[in-house]
């Protein structure tokens, strides 16, 4: 497995946010994670990702395991340096700098002029509306070509793990279709995903398997064609029918 977590348990002061849960993500997949708000898919993102701690949570039992070595305590530079790289949800651009300064930021462990230019247009190949606005400043960007520079930014180390979360948030319904595309097309490009979502319909369109989660804990597992299936997913989130 490239990613592989056992018996997860996780706290913010003396309450726990997540109870022994287990998930992983084998190379060449894309995994989704799902369940309600609070239900604890965004902090087991944060946990593998390496910012928990800036969010005032710890880890307190089980394993993280990324290429079969523990990652717990590493710090994000370093889990980027390893080939992992995150979306946070909200995009979180750089509102002040530019559209190619924010590409730039996103290579910023290179140190190789060259290879980020490359990288730079790699980048805009995968999202051209991005191209015509390269000197213009991230914050004036819309949703969807804020979310496309959080992907883009997220690619410009050509990471082996992608996590993502909520890329549908606050996005038009054409934009949230067209990035999920492109998670795809990232994906065939041999990109492995970690996918937190809300958009339970969207996200099993293009996921391989998926985890539920529900107040802390792994509720349901399987894979995208079994949970399309199962009676409770299509009840909770999918509208019933």
């Known amino acids: 497995m490239l990613l592989d977590v056992k018996n997860l348990t996780v706290a913010y002061g003396h309450a726990k946010a997540i109870e022994t849960a287990s998930f992983s993500v084998a190379s060449g997949e894309i995994v989704a994670m799902l369940g309600p708000n609070g239900a604890g898919k965004s902090t087991a993102l944060r946990a593998v990702s390496g910012i928990l701690p800036a969010a005032g949570g710890k880890i307190t039992a089980g394993e993280v395991l990324y290429r079969g070595q523990s990652i717990i305590g590493l710090r994000p530079d370093e889990l980027v340096s390893q080939g992992m790289s995150l979306v946070p949800e909200g995009r979180r651009v750089f509102s002040s700098m ?9 290579a910023f462990i290179l140190h190789d002029t060259k290879k980020t230019r490359g990288r730079t247009d790699s980048v805009l190949a ?6 015509d606005r390269l000197a213009q400043k ?15 930014r997220a690619l410009m180390l050509q990471p082996s793990l992608l996590l993502v979360d909520e890329p549908s948030l606050g996005l038009s319904p054409n934009f949230v279709e067209a990035v999920f595309e492109k998670l795809q097309e990232i994906n065939r490009g041999g ?12 996200a099993l369109d293009v996921c391989h398997r998926a985890y539920v989660f529900e107040t802390g804990r792994i509720a349901l597992s399987g894979t995208r064609a079994e949970l399309l299936t199962n009676a409770r997913v299509s009840d909770i989130f999918l509208g019933g029918g």
């Open 98 to 106: 530019t559209v190619r300064e924010n590409l730039e930021m996103g």
């Open 126 to 131: 995968m999202f051209p509306p991005l191209r």
């Open 138 to 152: 991230a914050g004036t960007l819309s949703g969807g070509e804020q979310q496309m520079l959080s992907l883009g």
């Open 191 to 202: 990109t492995s995903i970690l996918l937190v979502e809300q958009n339970a319909s969207m």
